[in-house]
Nanobody, 122 residues
C-alpha cells in the first residue's frame, strides 16, 4: 500500500512557472518509477512525464517537452514537476502516480494521488 499527496498547484499567468511536489509513503521513490499525469475538464487523463527509479531516465509528452522537468529525491520519497513557460492549455488537475517501471500509459501505474489543480490564465 502506497499513499501519494500532491501539492504546489495554483493560479498563474501564461508564461509563469509552478513546481508541483508529490510526497510518497514509505520508500516508494527509492525503488519505483514515478509519473505525472493531468486531466482537463471534459478530456481524458493524459501522460505528462515520468522518471525511472534512479532519476536518470526521463520521458516527456511532446506537449510539455522543453518546458517541464521531472525530478526525484529518493531520500525524501518525493518527486517534483517543474513547470515553466506555462500555457493556458496546461490547465488541468495534475496527478502523481507510482509504477514498477517507467512508462507513459495509465495502466502501468499502481497508485495515484488525489491531484492538485493548476490553472493558467491568458
Amino acid at each position: 500500500q502506497v499513499q501519494l499527496v500532491e501539492s504546489g498547484g495554483g493560479l498563474v499567468q501564461a508564461g509563469g512557472s509552478l513546481r508541483l511536489s508529490c510526497a510518497a509513503s514509505g520508500r516508494t521513490l527509492s525503488s519505483n518509477a514515478m509519473g505525472w499525469f493531468r486531466q482537463a475538464p471534459g478530456k481524458e487523463r493524459e501522460f505528462v512525464a515520468a522518471v525511472n527509479w534512479s532519476g536518470v531516465g526521463t520521458i516527456y509528452a511532446d506537449s510539455v517537452k522543453g518546458r517541464f522537468t521531472i525530478s526525484r529525491d529518493n531520500a525524501k520519497n518525493m518527486v517534483f514537476l517543474q513547470m515553466n513557460s506555462l500555457k493556458p492549455e496546461d490547465t488541468a488537475v495534475y496527478y502523481c502516480a507510482v509504477a514498477p517501471v517507467s512508462g507513459a500509459t495509465m495502466e502501468g501505474y499502481d497508485y495515484w494521488g488525489q491531484g492538485t489543480q493548476v490553472t493558467v490564465s491568458s
